[in-house]
């Protein structure tokens, strides 16, 4: 919390003490909360709704967040995390009903775990220049050569991480909570690593002075800035690189056969690198890798 309850919006101070007082749940689930409730008070802000108080959230408001959020692009699955949290506000405030149960009501669709569309981003050297925050640049770079989702590579921290032929991230870094390790198998990752130990001087990459959320605002308006789109991509990268270091061949999105066409010593290969691939990439679900690697 920033020092100094006049800094802080009534929105997102009301919001903040909900998530304070009603402390179910795990650490990360709780943080995950702060974090989706503080960007819908932000969005609801930007979008004009000034003067507004947690109390008084209403069908329209959710309607706009639903609106700006398609504008914007996101994914269903992502969507679909923001409306849990919206419902968990408005039954702790006794109005349940103002947002509708059916996600369909809103058209949100079904999160996509199938498809063949290469999403795949490489950090292009020139843009990554552009970047004129050194702590946000370098975790773009985490991203590319480990595959890791920007909250991981933002809170990363080098010393603790750096296992020599692995990395290990903590729980209290990723999504869902579940500890990971990945292993370290070029050059490449040991350059980027070390470089990376080299900036934080024993800490993150999130610098001295900045929490978290600021941090991602950060990334967000940096990445923005230097034209570099949809940086998820980088792990879709990461994936299919793997993918085709395990099988010896490229994934079914790069441009490689389709699953069906392979024969029985191939898809048996074919399995064991999605389930490699779905535990370095902190997936509980192979199936996720469809939309990764392809089918």
């Excluded at 770079?141 to 991981?152: D, H, I, N, V």
């Excluded at 959320?213 to 570099?228: F, I, N, P, S, V």
């Amino acid at each position: 919390m920033r020092a100094g309850r006049e800094a802080v919006r009534p929105l997102n101070w009301d919001l903040q003490r909900l998530v304070r007082e009603h402390r179910g749940g795990s650490f990360a689930t709780r943080r995950a909360r702060s974090h989706a409730l503080g960007q819908a008070a932000d969005t609801l802000t930007a979008l004009g709704f000034r003067g507004l108080r947690a109390k008084g959230l209403k069908p329209k408001h959710v309607e706009a967040l639903v609106a700006e959020w398609r504008r914007q692009g996101l994914a269903a699955g992502t969507v679909k995390n923001r409306m849990a949290h919206l419902r968990w506000w408005a039954a702790r405030i006794g109005k349940a009903g103002v947002v509708r149960a059916d996600n369909a009501a809103y058209g949100i669709g079904d999160r996509r775990y199938v498809t063949n569309e290469d999403r795949s981003r490489v950090l292009d050297g020139e843009r990554l220049a552009r970047v004129d925050d050194a702590h946000v640049a370098m975790a773009l770079r985490l991203q590319e050569a480990f595959g890791l989702r920007r909250e991981e590579a933002m809170k990363f921290q080098p010393r603790y991480a750096d296992r020599g032929d692995r990395i290990r991230l903590k729980a209290s870094w990723t999504k869902g909570g579940r500890a990971r390790e990945i292993p370290l198998r070029n050059a490449r990752q040991r350059e980027v690593l070390d470089a990376a130990r080299r900036l934080a001087k024993g800490g993150s990459l999130i610098p001295p002075g900045r929490s978290y959320r600021q941090q991602m605002k950060t990334y967000e308006r940096r990445t923005a800035a230097a034209g570099l789109d949809a940086p998820h991509g980088l792990r879709h990268g990461y994936a299919q690189r793997r993918y085709a270091e395990l099988t010896g061949r490229r994934c079914p999105a790069a441009g490689g056969p389709r699953v069906r066409d392979l024969d029985a010593e191939e898809r048996a290969a074919d399995r064991r690198a999605r389930l490699a691939i779905a535990r370095e990439l902190g997936h509980g679900r192979p199936s996720v890798l469809g939309v990764y690697c392809g089918t």
